[in-house]
């Protein structure tokens, strides 16, 4: 399967602790964007890399969470001191670029189910 | 500040029926428009993507249009099936600041009883 995965696929964790999830993009893909959905809601934006670059960061992204792409393949996305605010669907993309900066399909992977007791 | 609207939020319909699900979206300098379907507790299938020089594309019983002036894509299903019930999502991208993001919808669900 060539598509995009990530992992794990269900985390449940107590109030407090930390959390890590990974997502591994379609390997030709430049741009991968990471994505908050509660129950009911559509998914929102919360951060973006263009290869190894963080481009943009929602102010969704509290100073509890913090993304790595660290070589431009897969990503993680922590969580501190988790909250139960916290508890979410976690859904990461990817695109390819296909030149300039017009946006193109992006490619979702099964996200990361949260539950913060 | 783009925001998506979608019109209804939940849809019940017998199979075999013919129906339409609506997205209006606030500013209409967008690229493309997107939609995508999510079954419970999944992630999101891409079904058809608008580009802002088209006004509709089609892949099977799925025909969707997009009125960028009025702000307004419609999602067009033709003799609904029971695999059909999900959530449909619209999503609009937009540059800001030069930097892709990406606003979505809060979704129709979607039931078709055999």
């Known amino acids: 399967d060539t598509g995009v995965s990530q992992d794990p696929r269900h985390k449940i964790t107590k109030r407090g602790q930390n959390v890590t999830f990974r997502c591994d993009p379609i390997s030709e893909h430049n741009r991968l964007y990471w994505y908050r959905q509660t129950l009911g809601q559509g998914p929102e934006f919360l951060t973006y890399f263009q290869n190894e670059a963080q481009l943009e960061k929602s102010r969704l992204l509290s100073d509890r969470f913090s993304a790595e792409r660290p070589k431009g393949s897969f990503s993680t996305l922590e969580i501190q001191r988790t909250e139960q605010g916290d508890s979410a669907m976690y859904l990461c993309a990817s695109s390819p670029i296909k030149g300039g900066r017009e946006p193109d399909t992006q490619y979702f992977g099964p996200g990361t189910r949260l539950t913060v007791l | 500040k783009q925001e998506v609207t979608q019109i209804p939020a939940a849809l019940s319909v017998p199979e075999g029926e013919n129906l339409v699900l609506n997205c209006s979206f606030t500013?209409?300098?967008?690229?493309?428009l997107q939609w995508f379907r999510q079954d419970p507790g999944k992630g999101l299938t891409s079904l058809l993507l608008i580009q802002s020089s088209q006004r509709e594309q089609t892949s099977g019983r799925l025909n969707a249009s997009l009125d960028k002036s009025s702000g307004r894509s419609t999602l067009y299903i033709a003799a609904s099936q029971p695999g059909d019930s999900a959530t449909y999502l619209c999503a609009v991208p937009s540059l800001n600041g030069g930097y892709q993001k990406v606003t979505f919808g809060t979704g129709t669900k979607l039931q078709v009883i055999p």
């Open positions: 500013d209409s300098a967008i690229y493309n």
